[in-house]
């Protein structure tokens, strides 16, 4: 080593000493900035169908626990996602019902939270050395410079994030020597499939039974694994299906529905940002020891094996109508801990220089997003249209997926939903439901249409309101675009 060299490595040694010193702080103070942004970024956008369906299931439960939420209306309400969040919904609304959304977003934003710690666990199996704080800073790095969809998913507190933490925790489970693994096994996957959380579980759910069949282990303890998993399952689903209408809303709505082209921009965008960490995993590794700790990696099969198995399932959500690049992303974060482990060599400096962008990254947004301008004006609008209903004595409301809150406030009798009818009318079950575009309107002849963020939602089908024989009424209070019509 040259002088200079000496020289160099002389005066940055203090300096990594002190960062050294100090990198759980910096973690710190990243991932509290970043859970409080993202709170304020799931307050902001509030929720689409995807929350406030279960929302309205929950509010079905009455005021007994039944394990039945769907409904015998098919118009109504009603989420393809049985049965968790309606779950969380009924808690937090008895927790207060004033802030029952606030407290389902503040849920969705610490499930994010939670899935990393659940990845964690599978990280340290698969060979990962950083402790929690660093992959956690990390993590979340990749995640919001990769995976930024996915949060938009998270965030709107869609049944994905629920479903990965079952999958990590039942799959830390099978790579553990826990002395009650057949119970927690057990529990595990009876939860996955009873809350039917997201259908695509139950195969990566199946693809790790059958894994864990081949992977290394006396050969009892194998079958006992796979056996308690196809068990778990069995029941779960059982259970799940015994909702009123699960098959017609979770399967019949989904099959059939056309597809669409995966070649768009949000998907090179994400295309681009995975090869730039690619990029950054081959700078850290030589080409050889990178290919080595992929294949090393790779062969932890009840991982890799559904992992893969996500993948594509993902993908073939992402191709049906209605899906997009979000759909990719969630498949993706399975990959995660593997991304982690890539990066496992960078030096304390740039781990640092990552927290602190995360930090500022954070900072940046609560400052200048004007998130919370955006949470009030939701809020103000869902109480103006509630009080334009009540005037007008509206009973029954045809309503977009985001105006639930704002028709439950007014107390209308009979809510139907333009965004169950689609869920349905999409799918191969579209023979059980109303007529396409405008004669739905005819069938339902609700006193109102409601549409917090204008009604954007009915276009695609036909509806036209006024020449149906309602009248537009604004809503000043929103800048969302919200409007609702009501019967002349």
Same mark, same amino acid.
């Given at each position: 080593m040259?002088?200079?060299?000496h020289?160099? @490595?002389?005066l940055?040694? &203090?300096?990594?000493a002190h960062?050294?010193?100090?990198l /759980?702080? =910096?973690?710190?103070?990243?991932?509290?900035?970043?859970f409080?942004a993202?709170y304020?970024?799931?307050?902001a956008?509030?929720?689409?169908?995807?929350? =406030?369906?279960?929302v309205a299931?929950?509010d079905?439960?009455?005021?007994?626990?039944a394990?039945?939420?769907?409904s @015998?209306d098919?118009?109504? $309400?009603?989420?393809?996602?049985f049965?968790?969040?309606?779950?969380i919904?009924?808690?937090?609304? /008895?927790i207060?019902?004033?802030?029952q959304?606030?407290?389902?977003l #503040?849920?969705?934003?610490?499930?994010?939270f939670?899935?990393?710690i659940?990845?964690?666990?599978?990280y340290?199996?698969?060979?990962?050395?950083?402790?929690v704080?660093?992959?956690?800073?990390?993590?979340?790095a990749? *995640?919001?410079?990769?995976?930024?969809?996915y949060?938009?998913?998270?965030?709107?507190?869609? $049944?994905?994030?629920a479903?990965?933490?079952?999958f990590?925790?039942?799959?830390?489970?099978?790579?553990s020597?826990?002395?009650l693994?057949? !119970?927690l096994?057990?529990?595990?996957?009876?939860?996955a499939?009873?809350?039917? +959380?997201?259908?695509?579980v139950?195969?990566a759910?199946a %693809?790790?039974?059958?894994?864990?069949?081949?992977?290394?282990? $006396?050969?009892?303890?194998?079958?006992?694994?796979?056996?308690?998993?196809?068990?778990?399952?069995?029941i779960g689903?059982?259970?799940?299906?015994?909702?009123?209408?699960?098959?017609?809303?979770?399967?019949?709505? /989904?099959m059939?529905?056309?597809?669409?082209?995966?070649?768009?921009?949000?998907?090179?965008?994400?295309?681009?940002?995975?090869?730039?960490l690619g990029?950054l995993?081959?700078?850290?590794?030589? #080409?050889?020891g990178?290919?080595?700790e992929?294949?090393?990696?790779?062969?932890?099969?009840?991982?890799?094996?559904?992992?893969?198995?996500? +993948?594509?399932?993902?993908?073939?959500? %992402?191709?049906?109508?209605g899906?997009?690049?979000?759909?990719? %992303?969630?498949?993706?974060?399975?990959?995660v801990?593997?991304?982690?482990v890539?990066?496992?060599?960078?030096?304390?400096r740039?781990? *640092?220089?990552? #927290?602190i962008?995360?930090?500022?990254y954070?900072l940046?947004?609560?400052g200048g997003?004007?998130?919370?301008?955006?949470?009030q004006?939701?809020?103000?609008?869902e109480?103006?249209?509630?009080?334009?209903?009540?005037?007008a004595?509206?009973?029954?409301?045809?309503?977009?997926?985001?105006?639930?809150i704002?028709? !439950?406030?007014?107390?209308?009798?009979?809510v139907?939903?333009?965004?169950?009818?689609?869920?349905?009318?999409?799918?191969?079950?579209s023979?059980?439901?109303?007529?396409?575009?405008?004669?739905?309107?005819?069938?339902?002849n609700?006193?109102?249409i409601?549409?917090?963020?204008?009604?954007?939602?009915f276009?695609?089908?036909?509806?036209? &309101? @006024?020449g149906?024989?309602? !009248?537009e009424?604004?809503?000043?209070?929103?800048?969302?675009?919200?409007?609702?019509?009501? !019967?002349?």
């Amino acid at each position: 080593m040259s002088v200079d060299a000496h020289r160099r @490595a002389a005066l940055t040694r &203090p300096i990594s000493a002190h960062l050294e010193r100090y990198l /759980h702080a =910096y973690a710190i103070v990243g991932i509290a900035l970043s859970f409080i942004a993202l709170y304020a970024r799931a307050l902001a956008q509030g929720g689409r169908w995807d929350l =406030y369906e279960p929302v309205a299931m929950a509010d079905r439960i009455g005021s007994y626990f039944a394990y039945t939420t769907g409904s @015998a209306d098919a118009l109504a $309400p009603s989420t393809p996602y049985f049965l968790g969040v309606a779950v969380i919904s009924f808690i937090a609304k /008895h927790i207060s019902a004033d802030f029952q959304i606030e407290i389902l977003l #503040f849920t969705a934003t610490l499930s994010v939270f939670l899935l990393q710690i659940c990845l964690f666990t599978v990280y340290r199996r698969i060979g990962g050395k950083e402790d929690v704080l660093v992959f956690f800073g990390l993590s979340l790095a990749v *995640t919001l410079f990769c995976l930024n969809r996915y949060l938009d998913y998270a965030l709107e507190f869609k $049944p994905d994030t629920a479903a990965l933490i079952f999958f990590s925790l039942l799959t830390a489970v099978v790579l553990s020597e826990m002395a009650l693994w057949p !119970r927690l096994l057990f529990l595990i996957v009876l939860a996955a499939g009873a809350s039917l +959380f997201k259908q695509q579980v139950l195969v990566a759910i199946a %693809a790790l039974g059958m894994a864990r069949l081949a992977w290394g282990g $006396p050969f009892a303890r194998r079958f006992i694994d796979t056996t308690t998993i196809a068990i778990g399952a069995s029941i779960g689903l059982a259970i799940s299906l015994s909702v009123e209408n699960a098959i017609f809303f979770t399967v019949l709505s /989904h099959m059939g529905r056309p597809t669409v082209k995966l070649l768009d921009m949000e998907h090179a965008d994400l295309l681009i940002r995975a090869a730039l960490l690619g990029a950054l995993a081959l700078a850290l590794h030589k #080409f050889r020891g990178l290919l080595r700790e992929i294949t090393r990696t790779a062969l932890i099969l009840p991982y890799s094996v559904p992992t893969v198995v996500w +993948f594509l399932v993902c993908i073939a959500g %992402a191709r049906n109508l209605g899906g997009n690049s979000g759909n990719t %992303a969630v498949g993706l974060i399975l990959l995660v801990p593997f991304a982690v482990v890539l990066l496992d060599r960078l030096d304390v400096r740039a781990k *640092t220089l990552i #927290f602190i962008a995360i930090s500022l990254y954070s900072l940046a947004y609560l400052g200048g997003s004007g998130w919370l301008a955006r949470y009030q004006d939701r809020v103000a609008s869902e109480v103006q249209i509630a009080e334009e209903l009540g005037r007008a004595k509206v009973q029954t409301a045809l309503i977009s997926g985001d105006s639930y809150i704002a028709a !439950r406030r007014a107390g209308v009798d009979r809510v139907s939903e333009i965004d169950s009818w689609a869920h349905i009318h999409n799918g191969i079950s579209s023979d059980r439901v109303a007529p396409d575009g405008p004669a739905l309107i005819a069938e339902i002849n609700p006193d109102a249409i409601v549409c917090m963020q204008s009604c954007s939602v009915f276009k695609p089908y036909g509806f036209d &309101p @006024a020449g149906a024989g309602y !009248r537009e009424v604004k809503v000043p209070a929103s800048t969302l675009g919200g409007v609702l019509f009501l !019967r002349q």
